[in-house]
């Protein structure tokens, strides 16, 4: 057998997943070199990969590698950097998406005509028509001895354009749902056939026109308002959806190759780029679950700014003796100030990140391989994702006035991201891993339901509180952060953002389902759906997740290769592990058989490949 650094020299130019950069601009082509030589014809391959040639035993993951050089402020901050850089989407998605239900306590309180119609209000006094509210005073409209309010019909009803139908206000909701599928979708496609670059910047660019029409857009009539805004809360929806992809097949192959690594000389870069790989797969769900927290940074920063903006309007108290406040006992103006406001600076982050894709960001050369590839081949693809458990939620709007209900959000959107950071830093440990994380998880958030459901009519409101903080920390730690990573790394990367696509398509798919059918049932019956929910999420963890902690992408790209050329039975690589098959895979049968060196006797196989051309 040839010696593993020959049997390399046979395949110089490597597909690498690595040439996909996120957070900095596009690197030096990981190729063969000297400095005198030139760069000839590519050959493009992945049967050489770094991860691939040299796997990674359970030795090698008994301690993972650091995330930076210890001591070095510049080393932390530069990681950091990178991770959030390549998570901003995501954060600009929780910002206005996730926050958007903290918005909603804004627009009841200042459009109680609007959003609560049938309710009690807080200050009866500031009622002056008749036909809505179950405290309307008699004086109302015609009785009102002052003469009839402006706000008032003929007849002593409120004005149509105060009044909005329930299918205007569901449809925030549906837009959003809907906007957010469909970008998964047509984005996640998008991405493998023009590159993430140019999707990124599509999605940008759906974001900033979507959120631009909601903060400015302006009418009288309140359900002509919500209308519009249904419409652009789709369009940015739209953009958002292609995030969740793009995002995650970019935190898969996130690496950065320094300039001082493209100087070495060729053999000790391949050393440096094997240690590489070997850090970069130890670590990867780390990596992508630390991106995906950034969904939960935005989600905090979010509330926190929609907090203060509330403290600095001074609505955070209702005012029954101010003339002209409503009958919730705010300042209309003051409140519509403070939606507008928040969504302008969600505005700002938008722009932010379409000047930064398109000024910093370059398409990496990772998918130029991919597209060279792909015109050489005679093969058509046709692949189907596989579906991921997504839990259903629920949510607790907490009573009291308008700071104390944001207040509340905010400490539960601090609990979800604490569960987002703790699940990134077990998900590598080899005694964890993805699947024994989400399965647990599953449970634990199956029992957390079932005892709210339980206790939900007699416990005090502090116990209910701490069920739904302790679900919020639980769910992240567990199926949110794992069915995102375990998607990511699940596919090869011609098709990864695609696939993850679907994936998170049928994510939404399990939420778009709760919101229809939550509203028929009653708490404690939502609650029992929930744990219901969570169990089978556990017994479908166990029959058909595989856990690829320790596994290079690489292999996912070598399997797909062989496929496509007919060769699929001759892959015996760790995908056949069986410490990384399904119970379904193992129990069935459907799988091939292993050998840890199959790579290096194929390859001796194969006929000679051109190398560059060297002087």
């Given amino acids: 057998m040839e010696p593993p650094n020959e049997v390399f020299d046979r395949c110089v130019n490597l597909f690498d997943s690595q040439g996909e950069k996120i957070g900095m601009p596009s690197g030096i082509p990981l190729t063969r070199s000297s400095s005198n030589s030139s760069v000839g014809p590519e050959v493009h391959s992945v049967l050489l990969a770094e991860g691939l040639r040299l796997p990674m035993d359970d030795d090698d993951l008994d301690e993972l590698p650091r995330r930076f050089e210890p001591g070095s402020s510049k080393a932390k901050l530069t990681w950091f950097g990178a991770i959030a850089l390549a998570g901003i989407g995501m954060f600009v998605e929780a910002y206005v998406i996730i926050t958007t239900g903290q918005v909603k306590t804004v627009w009841h309180a200042a459009y109680p005509e609007c959003f609560d119609p049938t309710h009690k209000m807080t200050c009866p006094n500031q009622i002056h028509c008749c036909g809505s509210f179950a405290n309307t005073p008699e004086t109302c409209g015609l009785n009102n001895p002052d003469g009839l309010h402006e706000d008032c019909n003929p007849d002593g009803t409120y004005k149509s354009e105060f009044m909005c139908n329930e299918g205007t206000i569901g449809g925030i909701s549906y837009a959003e749902f809907a906007g957010i599928m469909i970008g998964m979708l047509v984005f996640g496609k998008v991405a493998d056939l023009l590159g993430r670059h140019a999707a990124g910047m599509l999605t940008a660019l759906f974001q900033v026109l979507g959120i631009a029409m909601m903060t400015f857009y302006r009418n009288s009539n309140l359900n002509t308002l919500f209308i519009f805004f249904d419409i652009f809360f789709a369009v940015f929806g739209f953009g958002v959806g292609g995030e969740y992809p793009l995002t995650a097949a970019n935190a898969a192959a996130h690496h950065v190759e320094t300039l001082e690594e493209a100087s070495l000389d060729n053999a000790e870069r391949h050393r440096i780029r094997v240690l590489r790989e070997r850090e970069r797969t130890s670590r990867r769900g780390e990596t992508i679950a630390m991106v995906f927290a950034m969904q939960g940074v935005g989600a905090v920063v979010g509330s926190i700014f929609l907090v203060c903006l509330i403290y600095f309007g001074e609505q955070s108290r209702s005012d029954c003796d101010v003339d002209g406040n409503n009958p919730n006992g705010q300042d209309v103006e003051a409140l519509d100030a403070i939606w507008r406001s928040f969504y302008f600076i969600g505005l700002i982050f938008v722009l932010m990140v379409l ?194 902690t320790g596994v290079s992408l690489a292999e996912h790209d070598a399997q797909l290769e062989l496929f496509l050329e007919g060769k699929v039975d001759q892959y015996k690589g760790k995908l056949n592990d069986p410490k990384h098959l399904s119970l379904y895979e193992k129990v069935t049968g459907r799988h091939g058989s292993y050998d840890p060196d199959w790579v290096l006797a194929f390859v001796k196989r194969l006929p000679k490949l051109p190398l560059e051309t060297e002087k």
């Fill in 355 to 548: 000047v930064y894709r398109g000024l910093v960001l370059e398409e990496g050369q990772g998918h130029k391989r991919l597209l060279a590839r792909k015109e050489r081949r005679n093969a058509k693809l046709g692949t189907q994702g596989k579906s991921s458990f997504q839990v259903l939620m629920f949510y607790v709007n907490p009573k009291g006035d308008l700071i104390s209900q944001n207040g509340y959000l905010l400490v539960n959107n601090m609990c979800a991201l604490a569960g987002y950071y703790c699940a990134a830093f077990v998900i590598d440990k080899p005694s964890v891993g993805r699947k024994k994380l989400q399965m647990i998880s599953n449970m634990v958030c199956a029992i957390i339901f079932l005892v709210a459901g339980l206790v939900f009519n007699s416990a005090g409101p502090s116990v209910l509180m701490f069920l739904y903080f302790f679900s919020s920390y639980t769910v992240n730690f567990g199926p949110n952060v794992t069915t995102y990573v375990m998607a990511a790394e699940t596919y090869p990367t011609e098709m990864r953002a695609t696939l993850h696509g679907i994936s998170a398509f049928m994510g939404k798919c399990g939420a778009l389902l709760a919101t229809v059918v939550f509203k028929y049932l009653t708490s404690p019956q939502i609650f029992f759906v929930c744990a219901a929910t969570c169990f089978v999420g556990s017994v479908f963890t166990i029959l058909f997740s595989v856990d690829l």
